[in-house]
T-cell receptor, first 117, second 112 residues
Framework: ETGVTQSPTHLIKTRGQQVTLRCSSQ?????VSWYQQALGQGPQFIFQ???????GRGNFPPRFSGLQFPNYSSELNVNALELDDSALYLC????????????????FGPGTRLTVL | GESVGLHLPTLSVQEGDNSIINCAYS??????FIWYKQESGKGPQFIID?????DKRQGQRVTVLLNKTVKHLSLQIAATQPGDSAVYFC???????????FGRGTSLIVHP
């Protein structure tokens, strides 16, 4: 069984640029959630995708967007990067019977460390 | 909205001692609580969870206690080992949807 993988592991961008982060969910999982973890803080929920549809969103502006593909892998896109976007971006996958209805264990990837200069 | 706080940013213990990490939450409607362990350079790893219809749940060397009256939960680790050194987060969710709010984390340092 393959765990959650994320790419790239590290990334450096400058203010105003755009970035795409990628996540491959654990085999058999149909739900992907994205989190932002600033240094010394707990993860903050960005959004969740269930069967290619956005299924809940945290308090993040529209320049944070995402996609989920038919194979349940996912992308996080951030436009017009700001210095405060520097953080560890975590992806977590789970298997849900229906959209957002069950508390199922989430499996996290190792994250992508984004630095915005 | 929900706010989740941990009582101590750092906890130092000796190998073999029992560790207790505490967490407080604000929303009385919260009904699902999870503890995660995050080692350096890794994503959070699920340890144990508990739903609001329970007040105690045990796993292997870990116990979670939930006190809904004072909106407090704790993670107890028995016979703490150096491999338990990590940052521990509590996360709280409500309303039947897994959109958790995480606390800031407690760094557990285990001295051999």
């Amino acid at each position: 069984e393959t765990g959650v993988t994320q790419s790239p592991t590290h990334l450096i961008k400058t203010r105003g640029q755009q970035v795409t982060l990628r996540c491959s969910s654990q085999s058999g999982h149909n739900t992907v959630s994205w989190y932002q973890q600033a240094l010394g803080q707990g993860p903050q929920f960005i959004f969740q995708y269930y069967r290619e549809e956005e299924n809940g969103r945290g308090n993040f502006p529209p320049r944070f967007s995402g996609l989920q593909f038919p194979n349940y892998s996912s992308e996080l896109n951030v436009n017009a990067l700001e210095l405060d976007d520097s953080a560890l971006y975590l992806c977590a996958s789970s298997w849900d019977l229906t959209s957002g209805s069950l508390y199922n264990e989430q499996f996290f990837g190792p994250g992508t460390r984004l630095t915005v200069l | 909205g929900e706010s989740v706080g941990l009582h101590l940013p750092t906890l130092s213990v000796q190998e073999g001692d029992n560790s207790i990490i505490n967490c407080a939450y604000s929303n009385s409607a919260s009904d699902y609580f999870i503890w995660y362990k995050q080692e350096s350079g890794k994503g959070p790893q699920f340890i144990i969870d508990i739903r609001s219809n329970m007040d105690k749940r045990q796993g292997q060397r870990v116990t979670v206690l939930l006190n809904k009256t004072v909106k407090h939960l704790s993670l107890q680790i028995a016979a703490t080992q150096p491999g338990d050194s990590a940052v521990y987060f509590c996360a709280v969710a409500s309303g039947g949807s897994y959109i958790p709010t995480f606390g800031r984390g407690t760094s557990l340092i285990v001295h051999p």
